[in-house]
């Protein structure tokens, strides 16, 4: 199975950028690299995904290694209703391990400071 | 809107009771997922369905069965409750492909005493 790493908390303040890292050196071709968010006291949601070009969408961006072998989640000012748990996650054809490539790890938690 | 929805949100349960907790979908997905959330574990997979009459075990299904008969549908069922199974679940539905979104429902907590 493809894994990711990321590192196990950060800390920013509020209205300023973030960068969260996620490092996926097996990454296959095939592979969408996935981001989720979990609120506190809430299910998982989805944030963003790529898979070779730079994504932006309402709530973040994504910035991909030319080799993707690694990513960067950017929130661009982030507020109190950010601090979550942040998970990077590859889906791909041969994720392996059934259910979709849907393979969470501990993720980041993200602490913003007011 | 479509939406997916777990129910009850909390339950509190005897140890050796059977419990069913249920998941309802309006996304018209085939695939279907349950996961237990504990503390130091993250998200753990129990069991999926990727459509009608399927059903798949996951990283942790001791004591936990599904059975799919419909599409929107796919309860968990614990055969004999025990306190190791006090955490909170997660349903969660896709449309198999790899290039779009999954959606979670909200949880359901189970206490088992």
């Known amino acids: 199975d493809a894994k990711t790493t990321q590192p196990n908390s950060m800390e920013s303040n509020e209205e300023e950028p973030v960068h969260l890292p996620c490092n996926h050196s097996?990454?296959?071709?095939?592979?969408?690299i996935h981001w989720y968010r979990q609120l506190p006291s809430q299910g998982p949601e989805y944030v963003i995904h790529g898979l070779t070009s730079n994504v932006n969408n309402r709530m973040a961006s994504l910035a991909i290694a030319e080799d993707r072998k690694s990513s960067t989640l950017i929130l661009h000012r982030a507020t109190l209703r950010d601090a979550a748990v942040y998970y990077c996650i590859l889906r791909g054809p041969y994720s392996g391990g059934g259910a979709d490539g849907l393979t969470f790890g501990k993720g980041t938690h993200l602490i913003i400071q007011p | 809107d479509a939406e997916i929805t777990q129910s009850p949100r909390h339950k509190i349960t005897e140890t050796g009771r059977q419990v069913t907790l249920a998941c309802h979908q309006t996304w018209n997905h085939n695939n279907m997922f349950w996961y237990r959330q504990d503390l130091g574990h993250g998200l753990r997979l129990i069991h999926y369905?990727?459509?009608?009459?399927?059903?798949n075990k996951g990283e942790v299904s001791d004591g936990y069965s599904v059975s799919r008969s419909n599409t929107e549908d796919l309860p968990l069922t614990l055969e004999s409750a025990a306190s190791s199974q006090t955490s909170v679940y997660f349903c969660a539905s896709s449309d198999g492909r790899v290039n779009t979104e999954a959606f979670f429902g909200q949880g359901t907590r189970l206490t088992v005493v």
């Open positions: 369905s990727y459509g009608v009459q399927d059903t």
């Open positions: 097996t990454i296959s071709g095939t592979d969408y």
